[in-house]
């Protein structure tokens, strides 16, 4: 451990390749994360099919590859159609959980994880998969430093995306009515906001933003029909380590993760990445709660 | 109670019993001319890709013993005929159609399941029950250590899966003047049985050799990413970088080593094909070593099949297919093969000797020699080390059955 801590010492480069390497992967798990972070924000359902829709959209990458439609133009595709799928599983499933306790919509949400998984299989089999970009792979400093082209693409899309919307959110009527409705969705309704309709929007908001996430995920790293559930834990770390409603913090904690993954692999071993990631959640919580005391404190 | 009554009584008995013991599994699992021959295999879930090609080979080697006359017994002919199961690929839904396979349909004689997980299921119900079990698909070492005397398997154990090539290092390194001691090796490997038993193997090998690993990481639990590791590579330079994490695991290395550039002298990892790194990486794959448990371009043969080569030809024909053929299938063809030969040199159905029969097996298939060791293990066939070459899987180790001279260093 010290040995490997001394290297990035003794070669400073070490920390470039490790710092792009976390900020890139970490613009991906920020993005599924927002999305995360809304639904369970706005309806308060906590979702655990995220990661199956980053694996669908990144399907419907891999999928378009194959047809030799170049995986980059799925995006679009893939935000659209999961948009789409997102309010079929809002009119069937969500809209009759979202005012049931935790444990239904957890169950509920787990079901439709399941579904998705096997769904998967059956279709496109249980091979792994991951669609090509085809981009240059560019070396700095002597091929000390190297990042493949399709990773500045996909971290400039990340930015794009999650700047459309926060836009979307502070200007649109929409993400006006589904802020009104995270704050208290009664007054909203007696204001004239149609919440079940916001609630849908969410629903399927999140899931369009999941499969582009995915989309990049397939270029970035690999897909299989059951390598969802990483993703999901991925999305609750960073929301629950950001707290609700705060994109700042989605991001930060997004970007954050991204680098705790890639130091702690190579200082302590890759097999620490998730341990340490884990980790620093709970000491993020502790951090909080001791704050939380504090401030009780100076009220009393 | 009148005589009469006890006689209807004592009547009834006896041909219970007779009943009974017609039905008991004294010669089972014979139907007619035909033996039946069990298997619970995945046909659906995470397995299933490779659980059909098992299923394959299964059933070809079936269709070509029948062909040629089916097994003689005791002066007479018989077919053979398999009934599977579908497990689902869950290891415990596994063990339980055993038990159904055992109990309720009467099957005594056993193919095995795919992959190392199911087989460790199905292991103790076949001790349980002391049935014989030829498998094809578990590697893991765990199967072979736990004084099992009903399963054998024909496939290389998982711990030969990556050792020659350390043993490839220490020659290459000794013949360019070298040490083998000095060859410095990093290991990436996933945090599960079977790929703790490869690196377990590899490791003996280093010790054998007193090299050093300059890295020992653990692959993390979603195999998505290996880059930190593989940076530490970049910044160490090790001689060998050998890496195992099945398919994932693979298909993850060969895309951060390519967008890593990463270069060293020998890079060994399992999985290379299922992963398809030729396709997906082109040239960047080249120069890897990849081992298999068998391949067509070796020089084995047999009666049944004729040469490796034919095998190849047959099955592609058979199930309309091109190319190379899965060594799952293979592999598969040739458990069928020992039950044939087992079931002619013991002359009889007898279990126990049917068992002793597997046990003495000792013959050379168009998959490779098979022998087994008292574990139930296959000492006579080693691993095949193949390397990419022109994107071109080429065999260079053993220099026995090599067709072609390795890259070295890797470019």
């Not at chain 1, 999941?210 to 834990?233: K, R, T």
């Amino acid at each position: 451990m010290l040995v490997n801590f001394s290297l990035l010492i003794q070669a400073p480069l070490l920390n470039v390749q490790l710092m792009l390497d976390g900020l890139f992967i970490g613009a991906i798990f920020a993005l599924a994360a927002y999305g995360l972070a809304l639904v369970w924000g706005v309806m308060n359902v906590k979702n655990l099919a995220q990661g199956e829709f980053v694996i669908m959209g990144g399907y419907i990458a891999w999928y378009m590859g194959t047809l030799g439609i170049h995986p980059i133009l799925a995006l679009p595709v893939a935000a659209v159609l999961m948009f789409g799928f997102g309010w079929v599983l809002y009119v069937t499933i969500i809209r009759r959980v979202i005012a049931r306790d935790l444990f239904t919509s957890l169950l509920a949400t787990f079901g439709i994880a399941l579904v998705i998984q096997q769904a998967l299989n059956l279709a496109f089999g249980p091979a792994v998969q991951s669609a090509h970009s085809g981009f240059e792979i560019r070396s700095f400093f002597d091929g000390m430093v190297t990042v493949a082209d399709i990773k500045f693409v996909s971290f400039g899309l990340c930015v794009l995306l999650a700047g459309a919307v926060v836009l979307f959110m502070k200007r649109s009527r929409m993400g006006q009515a589904i802020r009104a409705t995270a704050q208290d969705a009664r007054a909203a309704k007696v204001m004239g906001i149609d919440t079940e309709r916001v609630y849908a929007f969410t629903y399927s908001l999140n899931c369009a933003i999941c499969g582009a996430a995915g989309v990049l995920v397939s270029m970035i790293w690999v897909i299989q029909p059951f390598y969802g559930v990483p993703h999901s834990i991925r999305a609750f770390v960073i929301v629950t380590a950001a707290g609700l409603g705060n994109l700042p913090g989605v991001i930060l904690a997004g970007l954050g993760l991204g680098l705790a993954e890639q130091y702690s692999g190579f200082v302590l071993g890759a097999q620490f990445q998730q341990a340490t990631v884990v980790g620093l959640l709970v000491i993020v919580l502790i951090w909080r709660q001791y704050l939380l005391i504090k401030h009780r404190q100076v009220v009393r | 109670m009148t005589t009469s009554t006890k006689f209807l009584r004592a009547l009834t008995f006896g041909i219970a019993a007779a009943g009974l013991l017609a039905a008991g599994p004294v010669h089972a699992k014979v139907e007619g001319d035909t033996i039946v021959i069990g298997s619970a295999i995945s046909f659906t879930g995470k397995y299933s890709t490779e659980g059909i090609h098992a299923k394959n080979g299964y059933n070809l080697s079936v269709k070509r013993i029948n062909e040629m006359g089916g097994v003689k017994v005791g002066g007479k002919t018989y077919r053979l005929k398999v009934v599977y199961y579908d497990d689902e690929s869950t290891p415990a839904r596994t063990a339980q159609l055993l038990e159904r396979l055992i109990k309720q349909d009467g099957v005594k004689y056993f193919l095995g399941p795919y992959s190392s997980p199911t087989t460790i299921a199905a292991a103790p119900v076949i001790e349980k029950y002391k049935v014989p079990m030829i498998e094809a698909e578990g590697a893991s070492r765990a199967l072979f250590n736990k004084g099992y005397k009903y399963t054998f398997a024909v496939l290389s154990t998982s711990e030969q899966y990556l050792a020659s090539a350390i043993a490839l290092a220490a020659e290459l390194a000794e013949k360019s003047g070298k040490k083998a001691s000095d060859v410095k090796v990093a290991m990436v490997f996933e945090n599960d049985a079977f790929s703790q038993d490869v690196r377990a193997g590899v490791v003996d090998d280093m010790k054998k050799y007193g090299m050093k690993a300059i890295i020992d990481d653990k692959m993390p639990t979603d195999l998505s990413d290996i880059s930190a590791t593989l940076t530490k590579v970049k910044a160490l330079k090790p001689d060998v970088l050998v890496i195992s994490g099945h398919t994932k695991g693979a298909a993850t290395a060969a895309r951060q080593l390519t967008e890593l550039k990463i270069s060293v002298p020998m890079i060994a990892m399992t999985h290379c094909e299922a992963a398809k790194v030729t396709k997906n990486y082109g040239k960047a794959a080249n120069g890897y070593l990849c081992p298999t448990q068998w391949a067509e371009t070796l020089s084995y043969s047999d009666k049944y099949f004729g040469s490796a080569a034919n095998y190849n030809k047959l099955y592609n024909a058979t199930y309309n297919q091109k190319g190379s053929v899965p060594y799952q299938a293979a592999q598969a063809s040739a458990a069928v093969l020992v039950w044939k030969d087992a079931f002619e040199r013991a002359n009889t159905f007898d279990i126990e000797k049917v068992r002793d029969a597997i046990s003495a097996t000792d013959m050379k298939t168009f998959y490779g020699d098979i022998k087994f060791a008292p574990a139930g293990n296959n000492i006579a066939k080693p691993m095949v080390l193949r390397q990419i070459q022109d994107g071109v899987y080429n065999v260079v180790a053993p220099l026995k059955w090599a067709s072609s001279k390795i890259d070295w260093p890797r470019k």
